[in-house]
């Protein structure tokens, strides 16, 4: 069986021919493939959020389906519907994008609340209902989307059961100097781009899941998550604190969401148990997209990144893993 170094030096690999620089959002697509886990990416323009999902799916040799929201998609669209067939006089299901392994939600925030409610189902039980009949997605079934933390004009804010349903919330960050140095040498050559090739497979993903889920998680570690999860929601409660930042905390979907990528985050660098550090390490991701600021706060330019930052400093580590 392979390794989760191994495994991942393999795909980086493939995924570093076309997308230079990135490692730390590289490494948490991965973790969130391991962990049966949605992504939500946001980033300004032209930092390749779309070049590097896709880039993902041909690594990993999964069927790949890029779906642009616009605020006049319709769920149809998405998840398909029913066609009339007039040789047999009967309506059959035609199935849309939504099937596939992977799912690229293209500046998902550009599309109104029906389109989003249809994806939904599809996120959580990885089932979509077409004309009254459930079909299941194929395996694995993953959706990572893209959004713009800027542009405000003609976009419509996620529901908060949508975004819980995202494993992490990536921000995607300018690359070095050093990188955007190297992305003109290689992308300015027209005859010269880069042809990916599959380093893995949907069936080997399954596999290595099989792996992932025997990686030691002591009690200390389990109680440290649940007491970073319930401390968010600590603050939200009124009077909790002389100034509220959080209007409501993290859901237990956090709680498992950093259960599963802690030990799919410990296998993919070969250690053999889950740390408080890696938690710590995850948490940001796992739990921005899940508390609500408060109008102080955002008037104080609190980020939510800020507050997790403050729960782990004030949240006692275990002496023992």
Known sequence: MITGPAWSQKLRDEIGKAVIGQDAVVERLLVALLANGHVLLEGMPGLAKTLLVRSVGTALGVQFERIQFTPDLLPSDVVGTMIFQPKTGEFTAHRGPIFANLVLADEINRAPAKVQSALLEAMQERQVTIGGQTHLLPK?????????????????????AQTDRFLFKLLVDYPTAEEESAMMQRWGQVTKQPALVAASSGEELLELRTE??????????????????????????????????????????????????????????GQDYVSPALIQELAPDVLRHRVGLTYEAEAEEITADKVIAQVIEKTPVPAKT
Do not use: C
């Not at 959706?143 to 529901?159: C, D, F, I, S």
């Not at 970073?228 to 969401?257: C, H, N, Q």
């Open 140 to 160: 694995p079934f993953f959706v990572m989307a893209t959004q713009n933390p800027v542009e405000q004009e003609g976009t419509y804010p996620l529901p908060e």
């Open 212 to 269: 992932v889920d025997r990686m030691h998680l002591s009690p200390a570690v389990q109680g440290y998550i649940l007491a970073l999860v319930r401390s968010t929601r600590a603050l939200a409660e009124p009077g909790a604190s002389a100034k509220r930042y959080l209007t409501f905390g993290a859901s237990p979907r956090a709680s498992l969401a950093l259960y599963q990528a802690g030990r799919a985050l410990a296998w993919l660098r």
